[in-house]
């Protein structure tokens, strides 16, 4: 590139709270509006991971429990965005709530199950 020139004023394409929707954002499916609260259960062996560092969207570590697993909430703004969050770390992550994410790890899970299948 040559010839570039640094502008004094902004784009008005640019919303004025980007910077913040971004700091807030952890994948490309970001809003925001994050309305959807997302509940789920962490393995005692995995848990270490979202106590050390912010992983998901606005995580919150709700409860510490005796056996050493945890209950993390965070919010989304799809259920898009919540899947692309969740899947790498599975099977170490149960959604307890919304049922309808937990049905769609599920549904997920069990279409690559079948097709793993269907491999061999």
Known sequence: ??????????????PKDLDETLERSVNIWF????TMEVLIEVDPAWAHYFQRRWILPLQE???IRDDGSIL???FACSIEEVMMCLKPWLP????????EVAEQ?????????????SAW
Do not use: C, N, Y
């Not at 590139?1 to 640019?14: F, N, P």
């Not at 170490?92 to 049922?99: E, I, S």
């Not at 790890?105 to 299948?117: K, M, S």
């Open 72 to 74: 993390v909430r965070f």
């Open 61 to 63: 570590i709700t409860e």
């Open 1 to 14: 590139m040559i010839e570039i020139r640094v502008l004094k004023t902004a784009s008005k394409a640019v």
């Open 105 to 117: 790890v599920l549904g997920d899970f069990q279409t690559w199950l079948a097709w793993q299948g």
């Open 92 to 99: 170490h992550v149960r959604v307890l709530k919304p049922a």
């Open 31 to 34: 809003s925001a509006e994050r």
